[in-house]
């Protein structure tokens, strides 16, 4: 499977998993976002083939700080104890910012995955400026547009999971477009040396 693809699985798709000890009750992500950020990060560092995949490059640069920090947050309690007692010393300022990021995460979890389909917007973005250059790519031009209307899609759906109660999971319906959205993402990109393997066209 390509690394890519891999990455935005982690991004958009949300895998709970609730810890219970004494006086201790988290919710973990078992697929934290911050290691799809951080593959798409390694993946995109060879591959900014035009403006547009640089400015994806810059913004999941930013991402991977940030889901990183939404990470820690959640699981700190799993942290060595040196660290527990940083947090709760000279590092108070620290454990305030965490402990806002893991309030949002829990309470406002729609934010995320809107970043996370706005980096997947941007990505088929890059793409069709990358099939734009000659006219005889028409249907994979076809597929990066497909691929933005169901990223706004999944947008639409993080927003309203925020602004929305449902008397389902939001996940009904962000889950089937997010996993069609990688299907037209790698139709999309599965003729592009670039994009698969790093290699830039002569």
Not at 15 to 23: D, G, I, N, R, V
Not at 25 to 45: A, N, S
Request: net charge negative; charged share 15%; glycine share 6%.
């Amino acid at each position: 499977m390509n690394i890519i693809l891999c990455a935005f699985v982690f991004i958009l798709f949300y895998l709970p998993f609730t810890y219970q000890a004494e006086s201790i009750h988290e919710i973990v992500d078992v697929m934290p976002d911050f290691i799809g950020y951080l593959l798409l990060w390694f993946m995109l560092e060879k591959r900014q083939i035009n403006g547009r995949m640089k400015f994806t490059y810059t913004a999941v640069s930013v991402m991977t700080v940030v889901s990183f920090l939404v990470f820690f947050a959640e699981a700190r309690f799993l942290a060595p104890s040196v660290i527990s007692d940083f947090l709760n010393g000279d590092g108070m300022i620290l454990n305030w910012i965490l402990s806002g990021l893991d309030y949002l995460s829990l309470t406002l979890g729609g934010v995320f995955l809107m970043l996370g389909a706005t980096i997947l917007g941007l990505t088929f973005f890059s793409l069709l400026e990358y099939w734009e250059r000659e006219e005889k790519y028409k249907k994979e031009r076809i597929l990066c547009i497909a691929g933005l209307v169901l990223s706004g899609i999944i947008l639409l759906c993080g927003l309203g999971s925020c602004l929305v109660i449902l008397p389902f999971s939001w996940n009904w319906i962000t889950y089937p477009v997010a996993a069609l959205s990688l299907i037209t993402l790698w139709a999309s990109m599965r003729d592009s040396d670039e994009m698969i393997n790093g290699i830039r066209r002569t």
